[in-house]
């Protein structure tokens, strides 16, 4: 196998320069770079990542663990990590926590152990455990999609010590209900989430604050959960529909739950939007596949994922800087499920694009003295 030291001599520069060259660490000259990587073409030298992790204490990973990746929000925010930590020089090591307060602190210590640089993780509706795992090892961590906050009573009080990083989520639904009360409907219904989790909250609180803005009464039996997830949404939906004076329109606080609530409504043989006007949180590839397409927020999937990569290389270049939330602003996306005739163009439409994931620099990422394999 040959070494750094094989590409020097080859290169004819030193050893430090060869480490500079491959390891982004100082500037170096075009002409003098470009023999150092023809020397690494010409000998087929590989890094030893191991080597250099030994040296650096280093291993420029990130754990990532995320429930339910199979679902397309989730896998998007997937993809934007990817692209933003290659995009630095980092890989990841995935999980998937199932949602589990148990699994996922497991998942932590696991990937703990295998000594990544820092973890970005969806926490569950009960994080007490893992919150209390990463402050006593110290971990360099950002939270995605599901914020810590005061009302998580097992975390305990005081300003989280973490990095955040998620859509808005209150505002979009209240948005949803305004646009549905403006059409008419006067009983509109929510389908909302796993409890504990603060989308859920967030989304619950946008729909109260959507209602009240249109002076429309809340009705609890129109409040319902579908614990984020489908099957639980169909029954929740169907419960709505078996109710004697059951709403005219439906709110679904995430995808799964709007595949959930079509299943229910079609069980029923009812139609959107004649029977029932339909709008939903989230955004999916084929939401404009459905006939009537639907009306929906959309997400800044990606976006979510590059920049919870961004808060996490800023914390690893600065440990001791103060712990930032983001929020991302979600998009309207007007099309027919609501009851709006459909068109390309209409007014308030918003086109479904989200912000790329690499619209914005990467920080820095720290540097590597003494960098060598
Ligand atoms: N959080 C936010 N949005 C979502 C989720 C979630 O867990 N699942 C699907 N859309």
């Given at each position: 196998m040959p070494t750094m030291a094989d590409v020097a001599r080859s290169a004819g520069v030193s050893v430090a320069t060869v480490s500079h060259v491959l390891n982004g660490t100082r500037p170096v000259l075009p002409g003098t770079r470009q023999a150092v990587l023809d020397a690494v073409d010409a000998l087929g030298y590989t890094p030893n990542t191991l080597a250099r992790s030994l040296v650096?204490?280093?291993?420029r990973s990130i754990g990532l663990a995320v429930s339910a990746i199979s679902n397309p929000y989730f896998t998007e925010i997937l993809q934007g990590v990817e692209a933003a930590a290659l995009h630095a020089g980092y890989g990841l090591l995935l999980a998937d926590p199932h949602d589990d307060p148990g699994h996922e602190q497991k998942v932590a210590r696991l990937l703990h152990e295998r000594r990544v640089d820092g973890m970005i993780i969806a926490p569950s509706a009960q994080p007490g455990e893992l919150v209390g795992y990463l402050r006593r090892h110290a971990v360099p961590t950002v939270f995605l999609d599901r914020l810590i906050d005061g009302a998580d009573a097992a975390v305990g009080p005081g300003a989280p010590r973490f990095d955040q990083v998620c859509a808005e989520s209150a505002g979009p639904t209240a948005r949803l209900v305004a646009h549905l009360a403006g059409l008419g409907h006067r009983r509109i219904g929510l389908v909302a989430?796993?409890?504990?989790l603060s989308t859920t909250r967030e989304r619950v609180a946008g729909y109260r604050d959507g209602l009240a803005a249109a002076g429309l009464p809340l009705d609890d039996r129109l409040l319902v959960s579908g614990n984020s997830e489908s099957a639980g949404a169909e029954r929740a939906t169907a419960a709505l529909l078996a109710l004697p004076d059951p709403p005219t329109a439906l709110v679904t606080a995430n995808n799964a739950m709007t595949l959930g609530a079509l299943r229910a409504l079609a069980g029923n043989g009812l139609?959107?939007?004649?029977d029932l006007a339909l709008c939903c949180f989230d955004d999916f590839p084929w939401a404009d596949l459905f006939s009537p397409r639907l009306t929906a927020i959309a997400q800044p999937s990606r976006e979510l994922g590059a920049q919870a990569v961004r808060l996490l290389l800023e914390r690893l270049a600065e440990p001791d800087r103060p712990p930032r939330t983001v929020r991302l602003p979600c998009a309207f996306v007007h099309r027919g499920s609501c009851g709006c005739p459909e068109g390309p163009?209409?007014?308030?439409a918003a086109p479904h694009t989200v912000p790329s994931a690499l619209s914005e620099p990467l920080p820095v990422p720290p540097s590597e003295k003494g960098t060598a394999s």
């Open positions: 650096t204490a280093r291993t989430g796993l409890p504990g139609s959107v939007p004649g163009e209409r007014p308030g």
